[in-house]
């Protein structure tokens, strides 16, 4: 089993930046990838961003490109996400996940943070 536990959220002018962690730990940690996913109130849940462990290849919703950065630091299984030039359309929960024995298919599942961007 593995367990995410999300920090990092607050609240944020417009323009402003926040970074985002997420500690993996449990049993073996050995996930083929782990990302972040965002939901917004009355909205469905999100991509925004993604992270393959081993190589550190990297995905991104179109809307965040070029202004979220996602990281991770393989000697302490802990991912980040950087988001610089925030919006209030940032506005949303904020979950990281990491894939389990289905690589294809994220198992597990943070708590979540909350990241306000004010106007």
């Known amino acids: 089993q593995v367990q995410l536990v999300e920090s990092g959220g607050g609240l944020v002018q417009s323009g402003g930046s926040v970074r985002l962690s997420c500690a993996a730990s449990?049993?073996?940690?050995?996930?083929?990838?782990m990302a972040w996913f965002r939901q917004a109130s009355g909205k469905e849940r999100e991509f925004v961003a993604a992270?393959?462990?081993?190589?550190?290849?990297?995905y991104y919703r179109n809307s965040v490109e070029g202004r979220f950065t996602i990281s991770r630091d393989s000697a302490t299984n802990t991912m980040y996400l950087q988001m610089n030039s925030l919006k209030p359309e940032d506005t949303a929960v904020y979950y990281c996940?990491?894939?389990?024995?289905?690589?294809?298919?994220?198992?597990?599942w943070g708590q979540g943070t909350q990241v306000t961007v004010s106007s």
């Open positions: 449990g049993r073996t940690f050995r996930s083929y990838a």
């Open positions: 992270i393959i462990w081993s190589g550190g290849n990297t």
């Open positions: 996940a990491a894939t389990g024995q289905d690589q294809n298919k994220y198992d597990y």
